[in-house]
Nanobody, 124 residues
Framework: QVQLVESGGGSVPAGGSLRLSCAAS????????MGWFRQAPGKEREWVAL???????LYSNSVKGRFTISQDNAKNTVYLQMASLKLEDTAMYYC??????????????????WGQGTQVTVSS
């Protein structure tokens, strides 16, 4: 049974930083890619970043240069380090994993497994 559990969200002033974590059980990170998405109230789920082969990373234009995705295979955990946070970064953040043999893309429908989400609120 694959389980993804996010943590690390919270409230932070604009310009601040947060680090989100996504702990996985039921599969091995090193054999998979992982993605981070976010969803603000009234908006569609938006792709944020993904990591493949433990080191290859890709970011949406809205977060490039401010967010960093990484993973610790020993801990089966993926991180999203967020810096220079803006008001528009306020959202529920989700990590996601594809099914066996699947692959990561920018489209949410690619992913079979999702965490419960962790809320990030950026204030002025």
């Amino acid at each position: 049974q694959v389980q993804l559990v996010e943590s690390g969200g919270g409230s932070v002033p604009a310009g601040g930083s947060l680090r989100l974590s996504c702990a996985a059980s039921g599969f091995t990170y090193s054999r998979n890619c992982m993605g981070w998405f976010r969803q603000a109230p009234g908006k569609e789920r938006e792709w944020v970043a993904l990591i493949t082969d433990s080191t290859n990373t890709l970011y949406s234009n809205s977060v490039k240069g401010r967010f960093t995705i990484s993973q610790d295979n020993a801990k089966n955990t993926v991180y999203l380090q967020m810096a220079s946070l803006k008001l528009e970064d306020t959202a529920m953040y989700y990590c996601a994993a594809p099914g066996t043999g699947g692959y990561c893309t920018m489209r949410p429908e690619t992913y079979n497994y999702w965490g419960q989400g962790t809320q990030v609120t950026v204030s002025s």
